[in-house]
């Protein structure tokens, strides 16, 4: 089978792409082919495989190829950050709203031509919910919270799910939406997402660099290791219908945590002198959107698929030394 | 003040017009000019008042122009029918989603440029509800309860409250979105709303003609007249952020009614002969769509705005006749 993973550049992207080509299947079809669109090239690793096509550009531009094209299977990854869209609403709104749009009609096109609906799996994101002055927000959000997002970006995704539920009811697609929560600890430099400093807090003081924490300590979230994202994402992919039950987004596992809580689990896997890396400098822009975030999540729907949170945060920590040194052997080497 | 219907030729806006234009004021300003942008014109008795003038034309076309144009207010009523969004899946995206999107991107635009957020009432709809097997269905919906459209109109309805709520948050708009329920009695023929039959079993009787109920006497749903709706609109309008609480779409009054109700009300005050003209003639089409309405709503978020439902169906006949009489004194004479 072939299959499109956009935002396949990505880091959730690329490491998902690893993931299914090491598998060699996906819902028990043979992968021949993997195709990686983004704005950024895939990592090296990923293009040394024969299976995999890169295709580098703007989503936007590249959705009337597909209309002509045989593609088996969509994991639709590519966003737009919930930093970016609140700077700039025009490149949230073509990002998010216009690229999804694009993709979904060249596959209805495509089904219209006589092809099956093509299965796609979208990742939403948490952000859909937030506090509304009119009703109580709950603390702890779960697949049937009313959701009223507070952020341009959590707009955009909220609106993107009730596209793919409607493509799918009209048979157009067979479509999957997948909330993401805050994927945690990212490798890499810090990007525009407001929520950049969950992995930063961690990921600096690992590496010996001070990290800012820009929020208080008892700021509670919902976060997973971006594996977990991953076996999310192929479990929805390869329920069926009946399994996935309707079309509504269902919200991916999370361990629901204080920053306190991720601070003590440093200092217990690393030690008291990585956990002073950390220095608290509220930022207030930061601050105000992430007091807007839930405080946790439940997941009975995404559980009865098999799926289950991280175990602990200690855990989340460990699992990310031991990918930064699957890539390279000395990274890390200060913390023994 | 200048202000903008669109949607002004139909049946909701018209009646909107003729009210403002009585009333010569809106929120405390004088009115000197009313824009009715439709496919249609408007009636002829709007087209005499000298503050109105008529846009015929597709909304989409006309939404670039608006963007160099002082207009003080809007009532964005246009909307493509469930039935047609049904039947033409790229009809219903067009004229309620992308022809919203223009609307809004221009008043951005003008707000970009300097001016004040223009105020915008959005008529949205009970349609945004539905029932999804993941989740228990309320028979009586209310503000909070979880949308999950059922059909693309709902779905587009959806979708165009979550950019109104966004471009709100942004400074862009002060929008507000108003959920009608069926607006019933609809006076002249049917329209292609899967809700047509609601007013065609009371108008057509009542007209001495035969009226074709295709569901079953036990189908319970929320309707109220277009003078109900009308006060909703203007209500929203003038309400301010605070009286409206939040940015979420707040559901209008409406009469919870049963079939059997509406057809016992038609005897009451039509006589037993009218209510024979009622003939059962079940489409599954309709009784498919309707099934998956709600039964009933509760409205306490426009009630603390000082909003009703109808006091009966009764009532609701009973205005309906007026209503036709005040155009043509010598209309449904027959029945005394």
Same mark, same amino acid.
């Given at each position: 089978m072939k299959i499109l993973i956009t935002g396949g550049g990505g880091f959730v992207g690329a490491r998902l792409a690893r993931q299914l080509l090491a598998r060699g299947q996906l819902a028990g079809r043979p992968i021949q082919r993997l195709v990686l669109a983004d704005q950024v090239a895939p990592p090296a690793a990923l293009l040394a495989d024969p299976r995999v096509e890169a295709r580098v550009g703007k989503l936007l531009t590249q959705c009337d190829a597909l209309r002509g094209e045989d593609v088996? #299977?969509? *994991?639709? /990854? #590519?966003s737009a950050v919930s930093g970016e869209c609140e700077a700039d609403f025009e490149l949230g709104m073509s990002s998010n709203l216009d690229s999804t749009r694009a993709l979904l009609d060249a596959l209805r096109a495509r089904q219209q031509a006589g092809a099956a609906p093509t299965r796609v799996v979208f990742s939403s994101?948490? +952000?859909? *919910?937030g506090p509304d002055p009119a009703y109580p927000f709950p603390p702890i959000v779960g697949d049937d919270t009313l959701p009223t997002p507070q952020t341009s970006y959590g707009t955009q995704k909220l609106i993107c799910e009730h596209l793919i539920a409607d493509y799918t009811r009209k048979g157009f697609i067979d479509g999957r939406a997948a909330r993401l929560v805050t994927v945690t600890v990212r490798p890499g430099r810090p990007n525009? #997402? +407001?929520?950049s400093f969950f992995s930063g807090i961690i990921r600096e003081p690992l590496a010996g660099q001070e990290g800012i924490l820009p929020?208080? /300590?008892?700021v509670q979230h919902p976060v997973g290791t971006v594996q977990r994202m991953v076996d999310g994402l192929i479990a929805v992919f390869e329920a069926s219908r009946e399994a996935f039950v309707g079309r509504s987004a269902i919200t991916l596992p999370g361990l629901n945590v204080t920053v306190r809580e991720m601070l003590d689990a440093l200092e217990a896997v690393a030690g008291p002198a990585v956990r002073a890396r950390v220095r608290a400098q509220r930022d207030e822009r930061i601050a105000g959107i992430v007091a807007n975030w839930p405080r946790g999540v439940v997941t009975p729907r995404a559980q009865a698929l098999g799926l289950k949170a991280d175990a602990s945060f200690e855990d989340i920590i460990r699992e990310y030394i031991a990918d930064c040194r699957a890539d390279n052997p000395a990274a890390l080497a200060g913390l023994g």
């Open positions: 088996d #299977a969509v *994991f639709h /990854l #590519a994101s948490i +952000a859909v *919910f525009g #997402a +407001a929520s929020v208080d /300590l008892d």
